[in-house]
């Protein structure tokens, strides 16, 4: 099935040109640096927007009686909303220090998805399709959200 963070993604973006246009019109700069206040924000206001595109788009699988794909939007929803928590707990621990909060998330977008990723190799082991296209969506939600963040908060 080959890598799953590639495969949906390179379908789907996660607006990287959109978000590119949001950071030039929105920074404010001081030597060349983003201010974390905007970036944050824009971050944020990123994850949020994907939030409500997921509920939007399972709400009308489920009404098209599409259950499993509304299903799998549930999921992807799901990961934003989870790495949504831990930017903020990330941001709350930090204290205030921008170093100490990218640290922190980098270290939850690595840490995270491991266990996705295990569970990706057994069920394609096992030839489990279903959990193998589920593990998939929580892997390719969490590169784009890494990537969203690289781009953004970097």
Not at 4 to 16: A, D, L, V
Not at 39 to 62: D, V, Y
Request: aromatic content about 6%.
């Amino acid at each position: 099935m080959g890598n799953p963070s590639e495969s949906r993604h390179k379908k789907q973006k996660h607006g990287g040109s959109r978000l590119r246009e949001k950071l030039k019109g929105g920074r404010k700069q001081r030597k060349g640096i983003i201010k974390m206040d905007t970036s944050r924000h824009i971050f944020l206001t990123h994850l949020a927007e994907k939030i409500e595109a997921c509920k939007q788009r399972g709400a009308k699988l489920r009404a098209e009686g599409r259950e499993d794909e509304g299903v799998f939007e549930n999921i992807r929803m799901n990961i934003y909303e989870i790495f949504q928590t831990l930017f903020l707990v990330a941001e709350r621990n930090s204290g205030g220090n921008k170093l100490i909060l990218r640290q922190d998330f980098r270290q939850k977008l690595d840490r995270v998805p491991e266990n996705w990723r295990i569970s990706y190799e057994k069920a394609k082991e096992h030839g489990d399709a279903r959990k193998i296209h589920i593990e998939g969506i929580k892997l390719e939600t969490a590169q784009e959200i890494r990537e969203i963040f690289e781009e953004v908060l970097l």
